[in-house]
């Protein structure tokens, strides 16, 4: 007989992986919003120097990493939580916040790991779609909150879609949603978004004790290999709460080293992101030569629209045989043919450019 599993093995989406990783071949991987820089020296040997201890477990409240981001970012440190990525918090948000009968409320097409939080829960997932721009639209969101609503979670910049809001906007909902109802801002791309100062939404944790900004070591800082995210919370609470969800050790001591280090090189994190940000103006350069269209960037990708009449998977299939890895739109819920494509080094995104220009030919002959 076959293993019995519970019922929400059943409800669990399984994540949209990007693929590649099998191949042996050298790939141009745009597939994950990676950082394409290597982790900086100086958090290399901070992990090397943390490897001779790695027979005791790692400090289990991540004590120095949130004095180090108390100090950074002028939030308490109590009310500062860490996680094994941000994905991790997310996870344990869904946890602590949602049971059966409870609805978690978020845009669509957003990041795909939203929907596990109500899977996993029993809850109710509520989604509401993206306004024209491929932007979060606030005033229907608001709308869909009810008596029910216990965790509400904006993207900003929104994956896949690339597009910003204004803080403005995002400060306006905040004043709406009732304060009982959780509200984390998922700004795991916050530093490439040049319409708003990424410190610039700390403020408006004074004025909400229910809200909590998600950033993560795992994008700018390009440490996504060792997973660690944290929340900027408005109270105590939810830090406590997704303590209490998870097990003890659950960001292991090299990513603690390494977010620590790499706190302590803002100068090199802005360098990174005026390289990234030249480069996202010059692929949509690129593709607007092609005639091709993509939506409002503020983030670390590209998001193409190819049209009605594109086969999408065939794109991909082509863009692959040329050693290009990146992400299919409709997997990451749109209902039009796209593309999530990261900015790579600038010799990486020539290369997509060439391949797509290459593959689009044959592709929109029906
Ligand atoms: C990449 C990403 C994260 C970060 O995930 P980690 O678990 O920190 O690697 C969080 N939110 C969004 C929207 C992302 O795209």
Redesign the pocket.
């Known amino acids: 007989m076959a293993i019995e599993f519970s019922e929400r093995i059943r409800r669990l989406p399984v994540y949209p992986a990007a693929g590649g990783y099998a191949q042996d071949a050298p790939l141009v991987r745009l597939a ?2 990676e950082s394409p820089f290597a982790p900086l020296p100086a958090v290399r040997e901070a992990i090397q120097h943390a490897l001779v201890n790695l027979n005791r477990y790692p400090d289990p409240s991540n004590s120095l990493l949130r004095r180090r981001l108390s100090d950074r970012y002028g939030v308490p440190a109590s009310r500062i939580a860490i ?8 996870l344990a948000a869904g946890e602590a916040l949602l049971e059966p009968g409870a609805e978690v409320l978020y845009a669509w097409p ?2 795909s ?1 939203y929907p596990h939080l109500s899977a996993a829960s029993g809850a109710t997932a509520v989604t509401v779609a993206l306004d024209g721009s491929e932007r979060h639209d606030l005033e229907a969101m608001l709308s869909e909150i009810t008596v029910a609503t216990r965790l509400v979670i904006v ?1 900003n910049p ?3 879609t690339s597009t910003a809001l204004p803080l403005s906007s995002i400060a306006g909902f905040l004043a709406e949603v009732p304060s009982h109802v959780c509200v984390i801002v ?1 700004e ?2 916050c530093e490439f978004n040049l319409l708003a100062d990424p410190d610039a939404s700390i403020a408006l944790l004074e004025r909400h004790p229910n809200l909590a900004l ?1 950033r ?4 700018v800082h390009g440490l ?1 290999g060792l ?3 944290f929340a900027l919370c408005g109270s105590e609470a939810l830090p406590q709460a997704l303590d209490q969800v998870r097990q003890p050790f659950f960001c292991n001591a090299l990513a603690q080293s390494a977010a620590l280090e790499a706190l302590s090189h803002q100068d090199e994190v802005e360098e990174r992101v005026a390289r990234t940000v030249a480069e996202r103006n010059s692929l949509a350069e690129g593709l607007r030569e092609l005639g091709i269209g993509f939506a409002d960037s503020q983030a670390n990708f590209c998001w193409v629209h190819l049209g009605q009449d594109v086969d999408e998977a065939e794109i991909m299939r082509g863009l692959l045989d040329r050693g290009v890895l990146v992400r299919g739109g409709t997997a990451l819920g749109s209902e039009t043919p796209a593309l999530r494509v990261t900015y790579g080094l600038p010799e990486e995104n020539e290369r997509f450019l060439a391949a797509l220009a290459e593959v689009l030919q044959p592709a929109v002959t029906r």
Do not use: H, M, Q
């Open positions: 994950s919003n996680g094994n990525g941000s994905c991790d918090i997310l957003s990041f790991v993207c929104n994956n896949p998922d795991a791309y998600l993560t070591f795992s994008k996504c997973r660690v995210g």
